[in-house]
């Protein structure tokens, strides 16, 4: 074993909330886009608790209404829910936002479904002509599933995005799935039969409930054209690579890095494995293929029969393993200069050394044991 065999990097690791570093870097110009993509209509309910006085925008302005008086479905509509309103006021809340068309009906199924006491206050993004499945769920759930943003951390797999896009209730994972599937969804960074691994750039997303799906999926995919628009992309092609091999470079050092600084050179530590045709030996490639990553690779799961078994098998893996945020993707195009072939974690802050030479590397190995880093 080359490399240690405890960083699956991304685990266990504290992801940034919307405001953390990569949400304040990228939520500005995700926000632009959608405010380009689409305008917001905002229905707002205010109940007020011992006179149920409602305040309500003027429908028609906001186009909810089309031709024939006939509502139009889809459009965005916040309504907020008091503590302690019966599920006859909620029906009459939600059909004065066109959300359902008659509160009478909102009630009796209700008690159809035998939900009149899980239905939850407080302020929802609905949309009008909501699904009425869809609609239960969200009021089951609460308001925290009409959360109009979602946040991507670096290092997430395709599967854990999807994961996330099917939270709350938004999205069914049919839909996600058909969505990952959607052959609309190319980039000029994508070569084709490959999938969108490493492709959703990890940040910060505004959505509408008319949102679908293949919308965030495109939202992510322009996000990463923006962010490699600003680097030398001219750099891969004198690292001998085309982008989407410095992408998988990339992935490999977002899962392989735990500091920023450390990135250049775990890139470099590649590049140098790769010029000398040694296996890369990256335990990640290896993670990257089971459902749930293991707490420690065995033997035996070193021997694995795949393409992305990094111990067997020589070159890049054949996809990335891991969507890079802008510091890696910047480390795989300007990697550090050095003659390093291996690393080891040997600070607490998950600082790693670099050698070029194996005993060496042997014994910060064990040292870094004895310490309980490695």
């Known amino acids: 074993m080359i490399l240690p065999d405890d960083d699956y990097r991304s685990l266990g690791r504290a992801e940034p909330g919307p405001g953390g570093r ?30 149920t006085a409602l305040a309500v ?5 906001l186009g909810v209404t089309g031709i024939g ?13 008091p503590p302690g309103a019966s599920t006859r006021q909620i029906g009459r809340i939600l059909a004065d936002a066109e959300v359902v068309e008659r509160a009478s009906k909102f009630e009796a199924d209700a008690v159809q479904r035998g939900v009149t006491d899980r239905l939850k206050p407080g302020d929802y993004l609905l949309e009008t002509r909501m699904d009425e499945t869809r609609l239960f769920q969200v009021l089951i759930e609460g308001p925290g599933a009409t959360a109009d943003r979602i946040t991507f951390p670096e290092g997430l797999t395709t599967r854990q995005v999807a ?11 049919a839909e996600v799935k058909a969505a990952f599937a959607d052959p609309a969804l190319t980039s000029p960074y994508r070569p084709k039969g490959k999938p969108l691994e490493g492709l959703l750039f990890p940040a910060t997303y505004d959505l509408s409930p008319g949102d679908k799906p ?29 982008i989407y091999q410095v992408l998988t470079v990339a992935s490999m050092v977002e899962r392989e890095a735990r500091t920023d600084a450390d990135r250049p050179k775990v890139a470099r530590v590649i590049y140098n494995r790769l010029a000398k045709g040694m296996p890369l030996q990256i335990d990640a490639t290896i993670q990257y293929t089971f459902a749930q990553p293991k707490p420690k690779l065995s033997a035996k799961d070193l021997r ?10 020589k070159g890049l893996p054949p996809t990335p393993i891991a969507s890079p ?29 670099f050698t070029a ?4 590397f042997l014994k910060l190995k064990a040292k870094a044991q004895k310490a309980g880093l490695a």
Not at 165 to 173: C, N, P, Q, S, V
Not at 338 to 350: F, H
Not at 357 to 360: F, V
Request: hydrophobic share 45%; charged share 25%; glycine share 8%.
């Open 22 to 51: 990569a949400s304040r870097r990228n939520a500005a110009r995700a926000k632009a886009r959608a405010r380009r993509r689409r305008w917001r209509a905002v229905v707002l309910v205010l109940v007020l608790l011992g006179g």
């Open 57 to 61: 925008a003027n429908l028609d302005k």
């Open 69 to 81: 008086g006939a509502v139009t479905p889809g459009i965005p509509a916040r309504v907020s829910i």
């Open 163 to 173: 994961e996330r896009m099917t939270k709350g209730g938004r999205w069914t994972a």
């Open 214 to 242: 293949a919308d965030l999926l495109r939202a992510m995919l322009d996000e990463l054209a923006e962010v490699l628009a600003t680097e030398d992309l001219g750099a891969a092609k004198r690292l001998h690579m085309d």
């Open 304 to 313: 694995i029969n795949s393409p992305y078994n990094s111990y067997t098998r």
């Open 325 to 353: 945020g802008a510091p890696s993707v910047r480390a795989a195009l300007a990697p550090a200069s050095g003659p390093w072939l291996y690393y080891v974690v040997t600070a607490k802050d998950g600082s790693h050394s």
């Open 357 to 360: 030479d194996y005993q060496t």
